[in-house]
């Protein structure tokens, strides 16, 4: 089985930089499937031509291997025991500009092979004119995470942490870390609670609205943020505004609640962050030294 190297390969993940131009969009870019050895499964694309010319498009498939961090991906050809198919009478796929169409394709894994997360990359990408010389073809790509047979789910929070425990004002940053020790793509999700000295519930974040998967044996840190605006606001007017716009006052206990089935969330330890808005303070008195002064003054007249 011959790799294909990501630096010879980079074009295949050009779908990690949207900033990048291209003929094709292809959706759903992440498809989860689940499969017994020697069973087959259905499932679907959608290719767009996102120009503005007729073009024909081709697909490949390849498998993927997934390494410790985000797109660390490593590509190969589809060995014999995962056959994919197009469930389509002709091969071609022509569509005019700004046109889509749905691809149905068959994905068979033989008996033989062992329980485990198997990813298949296919690969979207305008098909070559004729007569135009060498052509590197770049193109979007979808990943299909394929759980065969039962695997086992197991999922820890290494670390929840915050970018900083006194501050002024929002936005602060949390991180919770989560490591992987099953057999499965993990996708963690959960809530994040934020509750005032009162115990009054004052925040409800969400943690990994995108979904983003965690491969076996693999860590990632997924951050929610708590506020708008930039965290490191510099002079004194602007971080008034940022106190003024946001304001919270007081120490406030954050509790990470995850839907991880084995993990306790009473396990994971809350964190304390400080809310101290001293610009408005030091204004608020201000104004009320003035009005005091300018109180006195007046009824001394």
């Known amino acids: 089985m011959s790799a294909i190297t990501r630096t010879g390969f980079v074009a295949l993940i050009l779908f990690l930089f949207p900033c990048v131009a291209q003929a094709v969009v292809v959706s759903p870019q992440n498809i989860d ?71 149905f394709y068959e994905l068979a894994v033989t008996s033989g092979v062992n329980p485990g997360t198997k990813v298949v990359a296919a690969q979207i990408f305008e098909k070559p004119s004729e007569g135009n010389g060498v052509v590197v073809a770049s193109g979007r790509i979808s990943l299909v995470f394929l759980s065969v047979g039962e695997l086992q789910e197991l999922v820890e929070v290494v670390d929840f942490s915050s970018s900083v425990s006194r501050t002024s004002h929002l936005p602060i940053e949390f991180y919770s870390v989560f490591r992987n020790d099953g057999e499965s793509v993990a996708q963690p999700s959960g809530i994040i609670k934020i509750s005032n000295i009162f115990g009054k519930r004052v925040e409800a974040l969400p943690i990994n609205e995108e979904y983003k998967r965690i491969t076996p044996g693999s860590e990632r840190t997924v951050l929610t943020t708590w506020g708008n605006g930039e965290a490191a606001k510099s002079g004194f007017i602007r971080e008034l505004r940022q106190e003024f716009s946001q304001f919270h006052f007081g120490i406030y206990s954050v509790v990470l609640d995850t839907n991880i089935s084995n993990i306790d969330s009473s396990s994971v330890a809350p964190i304390r962050v400080v809310l101290l808005p001293w610009r408005t303070i030091i204004v608020f008195f201000g104004i009320l030294l003035v009005l005091g002064v300018t109180v006195f003054v007046t009824r001394k007249k």
């Open 33 to 103: 499937l689940q499969v017994e050895p020697g069973e087959k499964i259905s499932f679907e694309l959608v290719v767009t031509n996102d120009s503005t010319k007729t073009l024909e498009y081709e697909v490949q498939f390849y498998s993927v291997e997934l390494g410790g961090g985000p797109g660390d991906l490593s590509f190969f050809d589809l060995t014999d025991s995962i056959v994919v198919r197009a469930l389509r009478e002709t091969p071609e796929i022509i569509l005019e500009a700004g046109q889509n169409q749905k691809i």
